[in-house]
């Protein structure tokens, strides 16, 4: 049974580049939500898509958007990357109506801003 | 403004002794409070969670205690082992706010 997967891994952008990380969940999840964890940080909440529609969304501005497929799977576009936006970033999934608090988290992609 | 803290950023423990993480938050509001672990190269695992209508979860070695009136909760890890040597962020809910995390080392 595949846990959450993210690619890439890793990657090197400059900045006021856009950049797309992808998500696939735990299999039978159909709930995803994104994190971005700071050097020396928890994780905070960017936002969480169900139903392929954004469902609830942190402290993060426009510049984060994402969307969800009809598949369940996930992207999270940055545009006009800046120097702050260096983080890895984590993809977390869990079952609607089994209690979303439980998340099943990925690796994480880890985004340098140069 | 952080509503969950992790004033410990690490904590060294002998092997069999006990651990204990603290976590303070400030919403009233939440509901819910997570643990998750985290080793290197690899995602949060939850570990164990309690909902505030309970004082304390217990799961193995792990136990959790909510201290509604103080908006603290605390894990403990007894016996603790090397394996046991791992970041680990406090969460509440919803949705989830972290903790900045606790870097636990256990010592042979």
């Known amino acids: 049974d595949a846990g959450v997967t993210q690619s890439p891994t890793h990657l090197i952008k400059t900045r006021g580049q856009q950049v797309t990380l992808r998500c696939s969940p735990k299999s039978g999840h159909d709930t995803v939500s994104w994190y971005q964890q700071a050097l020396g940080q928890g994780p905070q909440f960017i936002f969480q898509?169900?139903?392929?529609?954004?469902?609830q969304r942190g402290n993060f501005p426009d510049r984060f958007s994402g969307h969800q497929f009809p598949n369940y799977s996930s992207e999270l576009n940055v545009n006009a990357l800046l120097l702050g936006d260096s983080a890895l970033y984590l993809c977390?999934?869990?079952?609607?109506?089994?209690?979303?608090?439980?998340?099943?988290f990925g690796a994480g992609t880890r985004l340098s801003v140069l | 403004d952080q509503q969950v803290k992790q004033n410990s950023p690490s904590l060294s423990v002998q092997e069999g002794r006990i651990s204990i993480l603290n976590c303070d938050y400030t919403n009233s509001m939440f509901d819910y409070f997570l643990w998750y672990k985290k080793y290197p190269a690899e995602g949060p695992t939850f570990l164990i969670s309690i909902s505030s209508i309970k004082d304390k979860n217990e799961d193995g070695r792990f136990t959790v205690f909510l201290n509604k009136s103080a908006k603290h909760l605390s894990l403990h890890i007894v016996p603790s082992q090397p394996g046991d040597s791992a970041v680990y962020f406090c969460?509440?809910?919803?949705?989830?706010?972290f903790g900045a995390g606790t870097t636990v080392t256990v010592r042979a």
């Open positions: 969460a509440a809910s919803m949705p989830l706010s």
């Open positions: 977390a999934s869990s079952l609607e109506g089994r209690g979303w608090n439980i998340q099943y």
């Open positions: 898509y169900y139903e392929e529609e954004e469902r």
